[in-house]
């Protein structure tokens, strides 16, 4: 009887096809984010922008508020677009140069060492991802607050329609 806890070479095989796509998809979503938040950022900063150009010669109280507490906003955007931008290291086991060294060790241990090293760094490239995600999230939260804000000054007649 064969033991049931033996590696199925044919299922590592299977697996590291597998892994493969699986970490260069979780690449992909790391560009698309951060394609995200320099949107987002470019967006958020012409709001500003508008508005500073916009401003007439009397500004009402209220308005001026408002414009205040978007700038406030706009800060946080970019503070979250330039956290979530910020280099990370992301873990990618299937490189030769690091394992150009065990290339004497039997096939079927690289394999199993190469599907180990990639399910950790799976695990950790995912919580970079998710922290990207996050950020990207907030930030889009925060420049339609901002874009609130500017819409309530225009109504209120700080900015020049």
């Known amino acids: 009887m064969s033991d049931p806890l033996a590696v199925v070479p044919e299922t590592v095989d299977a697996l590291l096809e597998h892994t493969v796509p699986s970490l260069q998809r979780q690449y992909g979503t790391a560009d698309a984010l951060d394609q995200k938040a320099v949107g987002i ?3 958020s900063g012409a709001l500003i922008a508008i508005t500073g150009a916009g401003q007439g010669d009397s500004a009402p109280t209220l308005a001026t508020a ?10 946080v955007v970019t503070a979250l677009c330039a956290r979530q931008l910020w280099t990370k290291r992301y873990r990618a086991p299937l490189c030769t140069d ?3 060294d065990r290339r004497f060790y039997d096939t079927a241990a690289v394999k199993e060492q190469l599907l180990a090293e990639a399910a950790e760094a799976y695990a950790e490239n995912r919580a970079l991802n998710a922290a990207k995600a996050r950020a990207v999230r907030w930030a889009l939260v925060g420049a339609l607050v901002e874009t609130v804000l500017i819409a309530a000054a225009l109504a209120s007649g700080l900015l020049i329609a």
């Open 98 to 100: 690091s394992w150009w």
């Open 41 to 43: 950022l470019a967006v």
């Open 66 to 75: 408002l414009v205040i507490a978007a700038a406030a906003v706009w800060v």
